[in-house]
């Protein structure tokens, strides 16, 4: 008996998956990196996680634009839900994340600078 002769593999749309898998390798990136390397310099945390946000905002952004004229539809055989509404919370939460990313980068080195001083 052949298993394998009635398995249908899901379609996978990663185009449409992209937003999610950029967060994810960034992630992935900066704590792999940052926990196998010397202490990085001040502010690359920022950098890198900053970078990784506007990049799957971007990318979820051409999305938006393209779903003007689709309809919503789901991923990986009903999976995940892909609509405007879903990339819409996307590009805000990477807004979010960069926005926290640099202020938290700028308010440590000016919290570090004030330090130095009063020593």
């Known amino acids: 008996m ?27 990136v900066l704590l792999l990196v940052g926990s196998l390397t010397p202490r990085w310099p001040r502010g690359w945390y920022a950098i890198v996680a900053a970078t990784t946000a506007g990049v799957a905002a971007v990318l979820a952004g051409l999305q938006f634009a393209a779903l003007e004229t689709e309809a919503a539809r789901t991923l990986v055989k009903g999976t995940i839900a892909h609509d405007r ?8 939460v990477c807004f979010t994340v960069v926005m926290s990313a640099m202020t938290t980068s ?4 000016h919290d570090s600078l004030d330090t130095r001083s009063k020593s």
């Open 106 to 109: 700028d308010a440590a080195s």
């Open 85 to 92: 509404f879903g990339l819409l919370a996307i590009i805000a």
């Open 2 to 28: 052949d298993v394998t002769a009635d398995f249908m593999p899901p379609t996978i749309e990663w185009f449409a998956l992209s937003p999610y898998i950029a967060l994810l390798a960034g992630a992935l």
